[in-house]
Structure formats: C-alpha cells, structure tokens
C-alpha cells in the first residue's frame, strides 16, 4: 500500500465481507493508517455494505438497522471517522430506496460518509436509486462497480450509458477476467481460485480468443495484462479499474499498463477479438 502511494495511486477498494473471518481487510487497511505519516489523508477510502455478516435478522442486505451498524463496524475496523465512498454492494429488493436513503442522509449527516457509491447494479436500479435520492434533494450514487473486462462486456448494452448519463463514474472490477487475460490458467493444476467448473469452461470456450489476444499484445510488445488493462484506460466511461496486486512486483506489473497506447486500429483489432455490445435497444432492435 505504501508503494501504491509511491506510485500515486489513492484510491483503496474493500468491502466488510472481504478476508477470512469477514472484516479482516478492512483490518488491515485500519492497521496500515494507523501508522500515520498521512496514509489515511492521501487515501480516497471505498467499502461497502450489503453482505451477509451474520445469522441474525437484518445482519445483511441494506435495511436501515444493518446499514447503521455495518458502517459503524466498518469504521472501527478501518480505525478512522468517515467513508469517502460508502458502496452498496448488491442491490437489496426487500427494501425500499426511501429508507435506505433516509439512512444514508443521517450517516452523511453524522459525517460518517461523504459520498454513495453502488457495485453489481443494473442500469434500471441506478435510475430508480437516483430518481429516489433526488426526490430526498440527495446526490446519489457518485460510482458504480461492475464485472468489465476485454472479454465480458456486458454492462455496455445498458449500465454504460446509465452511467454516462448519470455522470456516475465507473469502477470495473476483475478487469482481468480473474487472471484469465493475463495467463492465469483455470485449468493448471493447483489453482484452486480458479479452478471451478464454470472458470474451466470459460477458458475453454475463449481458448481462441485468448489465443489471438495473445498474438496481438505479443505484437504490441506488450504484456497481455498490460494490454488489457490498457484497454479498459481507453474506454471513455471507465474512470480507472480495480487492481489486485499480490505483491510489489505485481503492483509495478499492472503499472507498465500506464505505457501501453492503443491506436484505434489496436482497438479494432481487439474489438474484433472480444467482440462488444452496442447501447440498448440498438443491440437487439433496430
């Protein structure tokens, strides 16, 4: 974290659900500004809420009850007095946007968070989460963080343009498709990560992509994580994507991203690869 800082990097991602027992990241996150030295200052600090912390009622989801005591309890774990970016990370059907607004404005009021952010949202949740906080004269959701990457993309069909017209920034997590674009194998004995059925078919059904991905980063001179995070960098509604460095090493590999420039024929040629979606209805409609 420190070297990410080094590197001028300010925006540190979790969740109270991340770690093993659940909270654990965010412990140690906690640790690491208490250290000082302006650690805690110079970092925009996202979490988020909604994950099932207990067996209890109300100990998940985005009540008013659990949403209060789930930032308290991320506050004291992250041993500091506000949330830059409070996130929920799923939306909640069971509970309407008028209470769970109403909890965020007397967190906001409290100080405890200074802007919402939502994760895993549908394009109709964030109208309806934005029609909601505006009629509370909230500003709403200021992010969204979606699963977008070179080889599922999704969210362009309709949560892009929600979040371009909404002037939402965009988070993309897994911008690797969870190791898949950088090499990481599925299928490699071992990789308990990603060994699942479902991550072994998925490589399997990409293997030719993945193939001509390969030939065309090899033809760059670049890396193919390099390249695929440099994708995601050129893409106008992406404002940065969520990196999950190990170790150091690791953190100054996804940098080389940052040096990667993509002419639009390299665009193309990617496009052609990992073939995108046009904005709704024009995808399915005429």
């Known amino acids: ?67 209060r005591q789930a930032l308290d309890a991320s506050l004291k774990r992250l041993r500091t007095d506000h949330i830059d970016i409070y996130q929920f990370h799923h939306v909640d059907r069971a509970t309407p946007w008028e209470e769970i607004w109403q ?12 802007y919402v952010g939502s994760s895993n949202f549908a394009a109709w949740h964030i109208a309806t989460a934005q029609a ?71 490589e399997l059904a990409q293997s030719e992509r993945l193939g001509r991905f390969h030939d065309t980063a090899a033809r760059l001179g670049h890396a193919p994580a390099s390249v695929a995070l440099a994708w995601l960098l050129h893409q106008p509604a992406v404002t940065a994507p969520i990196i999950g460095p190990r170790t150091v090493e690791q953190l100054h590999a996804a940098l080389k991203a940052l040096d990667v420039e993509l002419r639009a024929e390299d665009l193309d040629e990617l496009d052609e690869i990992f073939p995108g979606k046009a904005p709704a209805p024009e995808h399915y409609a005429w």
């Open 132 to 202: 909601a906080a505006k009629e509370r004269h909230l500003l709403g959701i200021v992010s969204e963080q979606s699963l977008y990457n070179l080889a599922t993309r999704d969210i362009e069909l309709e949560v892009i343009p929600a979040v371009q017209a909404y002037g939402l920034a965009l988070v993309p997590w897994s911008p690797l498709a969870g190791g898949l674009l950088g090499g990481a194998s599925a299928l490699a004995p071992g990789n308990s990560r990603r060994s699942s059925p479902r991550a072994q078919d998925r």
């Open 103 to 114: 909890a965020i404005q007397v967190a906001i009021d409290q100080g405890k968070i200074l």
């Open 1 to 67: 974290m420190d070297e990410a800082h080094s590197a001028g990097i300010n925006y540190f991602d979790t969740a109270n659900q991340y770690g093993a027992p659940f909270g654990q990241t965010e412990e140690i996150i906690g640790h690491w500004f208490a250290q000082g030295g302006g650690r805690r200052e110079r970092t925009v600090l996202a979490t988020k809420v909604y994950g099932k912390m207990g067996s209890w009622p109300n100990e998940g989801g985005l009540s008013a009850l659990h949403i």
